[in-house]
């Protein structure tokens, strides 16, 4: 998107011809003409990463734990884990 700097309003496209085109103001007399053609740009390839375990076996038994009713049903004493992150 384009704006003009005169008023501040988007600036509307017109295709003159096959070759030429420009932003023009619809409030005032601001005329931007294309004058270069789009440049597409190479793709990078990504590397992957080896996917890493945010939470092992031993942090889920180090964890704190509760006893507690849910507003579901959940048999009594269910054991949950609690995580804080800060």
């Known amino acids: 998107m384009e704006f003009c700097p005169g008023c501040g309003i988007m600036l509307q496209y017109e295709l003159l011809n096959m070759h030429d085109a420009r ?4 409030t005032c ?3 931007a003409y ?3 053609k789009v440049k597409t740009k190479r793709r990078q390839h990504l590397v992957k990463k080896e996917i890493q375990p945010i939470l092992t ?3 889920y038994k180090n964890a704190p734990k509760t006893e507690g009713l849910f507003h ?4 009594r004493g269910f054991m949950f ?4 992150w800060f």
């Not at 932003?23 to 619809?26: A, D, E, L, S, W």
């Open 29 to 31: 007399p601001y005329v």
């Open 34 to 36: 294309v004058d270069r």
């Open 57 to 59: 076996l031993d942090d």
């Open 81 to 84: 884990f609690s995580f804080f």
């Open 23 to 26: 932003f023009f103001c619809p």
């Open 72 to 75: 579901f049903s959940r048999p």
